[in-house]
């Protein structure tokens, strides 16, 4: 079965850095979408940035000139934060999913397969 797992979210004062890492346990696990999602207390889970297996990447308007999300292989990926914000406190999720659209870039509504339990993230002086 087919684990996702994140990492490193803490605590960090605005305007410093964290970069979360997320690992796909299947190493026959072929990659489509994969994204990051957040959800704070109170709110909706929204799209922080989605990337596919040609590196296109598609971010919110909320983490451009920010965040930047990459992938070193099928099973990895990464979110760097830069600049944080108390606003950028939440929950942070990794999806993924073996298929990608046609073309363009992966959506943030796109039927992700599988989620991780998530890392919390905390700006806070």
């Known amino acids: 079965q087919v684990q996702v797992a994140e990492s490193g979210g803490g605590l960090v004062q605005p305007g410093g850095s964290l970069r979360l890492s997320c690992v796909v346990s299947d190493d026959t696990y072929r990659s489509g979408c994969m994204g990051w999602f957040r959800q704070a207390p109170g709110k909706e889970r929204e799209g922080v940035a989605t990337?596919?297996?040609?590196?296109?990447a598609k971010y919110a308007d909320s983490a451009k000139g920010r965040f930047a999300i990459s992938q070193d292989n099928a099973n990895r990926l990464y979110l760097q934060m830069n600049s944080l914000k108390p606003e950028d406190t939440a929950m942070y999720y990794c999806a993924a999913d073996p298929d990608e659209p046609y073309g363009g870039t992966c959506p943030f509504h796109w039927e992700y397969k599988y989620w991780g339990q998530g890392t919390q993230v905390t700006v806070s002086s």
């Open positions: 990337i596919r297996s040609d590196g296109k």
